[in-house]
């Protein structure tokens, strides 16, 4: 790939300008031009910038640095080399001084330039963009945005030399009417002198005052209208600041906000806040110049008060630009990383606050702590209402307490809250059906900071997304369904937490298809075949054409309230059983394409009945959740087609399904005609040869499992080659028939095991079985030991 720096010395207008304002101070673009390859070849990335034990690697990093650069500078010669000689050990040596004592901030430094710039140079590459394409949209919007600062900067540049107009008017005003005292003082000493003088000194006098009353009088006019002026055109500059902040906070940070809350359900990242931050800093600055410049247009008007309306408007327009500081600064104090939405009692969790202003309004001169509280729903309702809650929680939070830390390298402020952990929950009374899953909380982050000198202090808060609180893994399915469906349907400036009972089928669609895809961590989503299978699923209907659903509501009751018709489980725990099954043991055949899943018995037969003999498809269970099946097509004189009981992941801990299917010799093409081999045969497990025994480790020798299905053995009249010399260890022994399966006691409450670890109870199971099969008498239909 070309160097990342050849790309970005190409860059052009506001790109390149973006790209210089990287450099500075802390990290000199001549550092970056010199050492570009050395710097792109180094490990940045590898370092985990929270774990005090990498700073070893961050102190080579910087040695390395250092070196590079008084080689670079010793290698200089002849009259050009000479200054650049001097420059590079001199910026060694600024480097090795602000580094020292805190490498991993370099390292924090250069990842911050260089993930800019690759991305800068990305954008570049892609565009010019598609007219009417979302990127063109975006980069529009942007375009605006940084005109309408332009036009801002302008206006106050304006401002400011107006100001410095009326200052020196102003002092000049002051010194005439000092004069014009002191000939008031020459008059009265007037009388001392005799008759003669008196007289022609006072004409002249006279005059001389006369001239300069009028000229005060005029001046005066003209400072009030200068005065009046400049505080119209503030009262134009905040209107336009106002519209700026509104596009900056309401749309583009609210948009940001929106996408962390998809994010939570597995949607695309919700991007870095660097071009917001930009965006909130360049706001601060100019708010905080334009109420700097009232404040010395206010100090000019007591200095030398004239009647008028000047005091009134100043007055205001102090107000309103408090309000516009305040509303910036308790805006931009946002969570960068969200808690975990399922939050589980007793065990540690992280969070991020970040104040994106905190840099340019010199906040961290005075480091702010911030603190975190657990509380529910109604008190956040009261909390936004401003109905004072006197400081309820609703749950105790171990470590909620954290300063925030300035990097100087990236300009961010914020909090890194690592070792929170909820100590215990106290949970309201619920309304009517509502079970402890459907339970809102938020975590509340509080903080104060006084700005320009404790002259303005803010109380800042924030609300996490919603989060329920679980004390054990058989709740977090349901607890999920609960954040799934908040995440995906919350609307924009809700009373906290509603989200509408009711919402349409392709909407839910949306939310499930890439909550499945970032689960099972594939690109292969739900086709619209699967999507009108779980619509059948959920609205107990038959018709399969996705339009028909198109109108359809469904309810959060339908969704994981209410058991599916004739089951004991609701539509989300079976959709999420499928998830968890493909995550843990099937994600590659997923992905490979092997898995049809979606679809019922009658659906399987349709399909494998013209198909030739030895066809099977996997297909998730009906009745058993986060169970997958074999179906399979063998005309025999009993049946054409088989259905083997479902596995479940507690299965593939055991032996997984490419073995499994290795195992079943019969069956010979995935549906509708892959051989078996060709898809499955990468994920077995190798086998050892006969020829090559495995040895005997301290005595005991290794016995292997495989798979048969007894049944269906007998009913083919195909015995597995070679005799079957294994023990049978199915998931049930048989296909569909009834005293079979009692053969393994169907545990009636099997739990997914959430944490997906090999259990020992069920290998303490599967030994007794095996133990009472052996005591019991031989069964025709199993297949008896080959003696050896």
Known sequence: AMAVWIQAQQLQGEALRQMQALYGQHFPIEVRHYLSQWIESQPWDSIDLDNPQENVKATQLLEGLIQELQKKADHQVGEDGFLLKIKLGHYATQLQNTYDRCPMELVRCIRHILYHEQRLVREANNSPSPAGSLVDAMSQKHLQINQTFEELRLITQDSENELKKLQQTQEYFIIQYQENMRLQAQFSQLSQLGPQERLSRETTLQQ?????????????????????????KHQKTLQLLRKQQTTILDDELIQWKRRQQLAGNGGPPEGTLDVLQTWCEKLAEIIWQNRQQIRRAEHLCQQLPIPGPVEEMLSELNGTITDIISALVTSTFIIEKQTPQVLKTQTK??????????????????????????ISEQQAKALLKNESTRNESSGEILNNCCVMEYHQAT???????????????????????ESVTEEKFTILFESQFSVGGNELVFQVKTLSLPVVVIVHGSQDNNATATVLWDNAFAEPGRVPFAVPDKVQWPQLCEALNMKFKAEVQSSRGLTKENLVFLAQKLFNSTSSHLEDYGSTMVSWSQFNRENLPGRNYTFWQWFDGVMEVLKKHLKPHWNDGAILGFVNKQQAHDLLISKPDGTFLLRFSDSEIGGITIAWKFDSSERMFWNLMPFTTRDFSIRSLADRLGDLNYLIYVFPDRPKDEVFSKYYTPVLCESTPAKAVDGYVKPQIKQV???????????????????????????????????????????????????????????RHVEELLRRPVDSQWIPHAQS
Not at 208 to 232: G, I, N
Not at 411 to 433: E, P, Q, V, W, Y
């Open 208 to 232: 001389k005052k006369a001239s300069l009353e009028a000229w005060l009088h005029r001046e005066a006019q003209t400072l009030q209208q200068y005065r009046v002026d400049l505080a119209e």
């Open 349 to 374: 969790f992280a969070a991020t606050v970040r104040l994106l202003v905190g840099g340019k309004l010199n906040v961290h001169m005075n480091p702010p702590q911030v603190k975190a509280t657990i």
């Open 411 to 433: 300009g961010t402020l914020s909090a890194h809250f690592r070792n929170m952990s909820l100590k215990r929950i106290k949970r309201s009374d619920r309304r009517g059906a």
């Open 709 to 767: 299905v007894p049944e269906f053995v007998s009913a083919s009249g195909d015995a597995a080659p070679g005799g079957a010399t294994y023990m049978d260890q199915a998931p049930s022994p048989a296909v569909c028939s009834q005293p079979h399966y009692n053969m393994y006691p169907q545990n009636p409450d099997t739990v997914l095991d959430p944490e997906g670890d090999f259990d020992l109870d069920d290998t303490i199971d599967v030994a």
